[in-house]
């Protein structure tokens, strides 16, 4: 699952609609996703999400809307749970649009146990952040317990002894898209939809 639904408001536009080079920043994170093999591509959009469809490659994914993506990630985590019900799969990853420093070795080592009872959380100095893996099990509560911009803490926070945490300082940066000079940092600029 890949969460592009926030509308940037710290940086000037949507994270979803920068672009690295050619490519927006949500293609370079479903194309992450598609290197480790997840299936469905499930990818959450919110903020001026027609353009977003319009300028992404986003063909074989299943894209859905989080009508109030400006409540924060919390809805969005609920809006993606919600479209993997129907779906055969044991567990999702999760990454977000607005940490353009994940690589694909960061959410391979997360992913490495997609089994149903499995919460694994990539870390980034000994801070719990994504890429994730969320088991099939904990999937209703997590989409009870989302909330805000806090997305899944209230939930791991009351399961935090079930989580594996993985390292991925020396594979990834953990740095989320939250002040305009990382935009530039990250050698990212601004787009419309074409």
């Avoid at 989080?66 to 019900?85: F, H, I, N, P």
């Avoid at 719990?128 to 939930?155: C, F, Q």
Wanted: charged content about 20%.
């Amino acid at each position: 699952m890949v969460i592009a639904a926030g509308g940037g408001r710290r940086i000037g536009g949507p994270e979803a609609l920068l672009r690295r080079g050619d490519a927006l920043l949500v293609d370079d994170v479903c194309g992450i996703a598609r290197e480790i093999g997840c299936a469905p591509l499930i990818v959450v959009l919110g903020a001026q999400a027609n353009q977003v469809r319009t300028a992404a490659r986003l063909e074989d994914a299943v894209t859905v809307v989080d009508k109030a993506w400006g409540t924060g990630l919390g809805s969005s985590l609920r809006v993606g749970l919600e479209a993997l019900v129907g779906v055969a799969a044991d567990a999702a990853v999760v990454l977000t649009v607005d940490m353009p420093g994940v690589t694909v070795e960061a959410a391979r080592r997360v992913a490495l146990l997609p089994h149903a009872d499995a919460l694994v959380c990539a870390t980034y100095d000994g801070r719990r952040s994504y890429p994730m893996l969320l088991g099939r099990r904990h999937w209703a509560g997590l989409a009870t317990l989302a909330k805000s911009d806090v997305g899944a803490r209230p939930y791991l926070l009351a399961h935090k002894t079930e989580i594996v945490d993985v390292a991925c300082d020396a594979v990834a940066d953990g740095h989320r898209l939250d002040k305009p000079h990382l935009v530039t940092a990250f050698g990212l600029t601004r787009t419309t939809a074409e």
